[in-house]
T-cell receptor, first 112, second 117 residues
C-alpha cells in the first residue's frame, strides 16, 4: 500500500543549527512533492514544491532535496530560529486522482 | 499570496444539530476545493473533494449524507456536518489549489474547530 513516513515525530535542536527533516514514501512515483508548515490550531502553509526532475530547491533558509531512487525528500532549515518551531508536513500528489496525501508531520522545536 | 478563509473559526454545538462551515477563496477562483479533518497530533485526512458545478467526491469511509458539501460558486464551498455527534469533534480545514496547477500545491484556510457536546 502507499505510505508516506516522516520518520521523526519530534526534533529538538539549538538555535543557529541546521534542522533536517525526512520524508520517505513507498509505492508512489510522485511527480511532485510538497512541504508545508503548520502551527498549532492553524491550517498548513505551503512552503516549497519540488519536481521529480529537480534534485534540490532552495528558498531563503530552506532547502529541499528529492531523491527518487531512495524515495526520499529531505527538508533543511539553516540557521534555525525559535520562530521556526512548528510541525512540518510533506505531501505527495497522486496525479491520477488529483489529490495529495500527507505525512504525519515532524514537530520541530528550536531552543534559544 | 493566495488567501483562503474559513468561517467560523470555532463552533460549539449540541449533539444532533447541524453545523455549516464556509470556505472561501479570496483572491482567486477555485473550481476544486478539498476538505480535511485533523485529530490532535495526527495528520490531515482528506474527507472529500468539492467540485464547482458537480457533486463532491468523497473518500472511502466518509458518509456523504452526514458531511454535505456544496460548491456554490467559484469562490465558495460549504461543509455541513449533519446530526453532529461528539465523535465529529475535530479540526476541519479546507484548501484550494491555485489555478490549474497539477502540482498538488494547495492553499489552506485557517481551520474550524468543531466541538460537539
Amino acid at each position: 500500500s502507499q505510505k508516506i513516513e516522516q520518520n521523526s515525530e519530534a526534533l529538538n535542536i539549538q538555535e543557529g543549527k541546521t534542522a533536517t527533516l525526512t520524508c520517505n514514501y513507498t509505492n508512489y512515483s510522485p511527480a511532485y512533492l510538497q512541504w508545508y508548515r503548520q502551527d498549532p490550531g492553524r491550517g498548513p502553509v505551503f512552503l516549497l514544491l519540488i519536481r521529480e526532475n529537480e534534485k534540490e530547491k532552495r528558498k531563503e533558509r530552506l532547502k529541499v532535496t528529492f531523491d527518487t531512487t531512495l524515495k526520499q525528500s529531505l527538508f533543511h532549515i539553516t540557521a534555525s530560529q525559535p520562530a521556526d518551531s512548528a510541525t512540518y508536513l510533506c505531501a505527495v500528489l497522486n496525479t491520477n486522482a488529483g489529490k495529495s496525501t500527507f505525512g504525519d508531520g515532524t514537530t520541530l522545536t528550536v531552543k534559544p | 499570496g493566495a488567501v483562503v478563509s474559513q468561517h467560523p473559526s470555532r463552533v460549539i454545538c449540541k449533539s444532533g444539530t447541524s453545523v455549516k462551515i464556509e470556505c472561501r477563496s479570496l483572491d482567486f477562483q477555485a473550481t476544486t476545493m478539498f476538505w480535511y479533518r485533523q485529530f490532535p497530533k495526527q495528520s490531515l485526512m482528506l474527507m472529500a473533494t468539492s467540485n464547482e458545478g458537480s457533486k463532491a467526491t468523497y473518500e472511502q469511509g466518509v458518509e456523504k449524507d452526514k458531511f454535505l458539501i456544496n460548491h456554490a460558486s467559484l469562490t465558495l464551498s460549504t461543509l455541513t456536518v449533519t446530526s453532529a455527534h461528539p465523535e465529529d469533534s475535530s479540526f476541519y480545514i479546507c484548501s484550494a489549489p491555485l489555478g490549474d496547477r497539477g502540482t498538488g500545491e494547495q492553499y489552506f484556510g485557517p481551520g474550524t474547530r468543531l466541538t460537539v457536546t
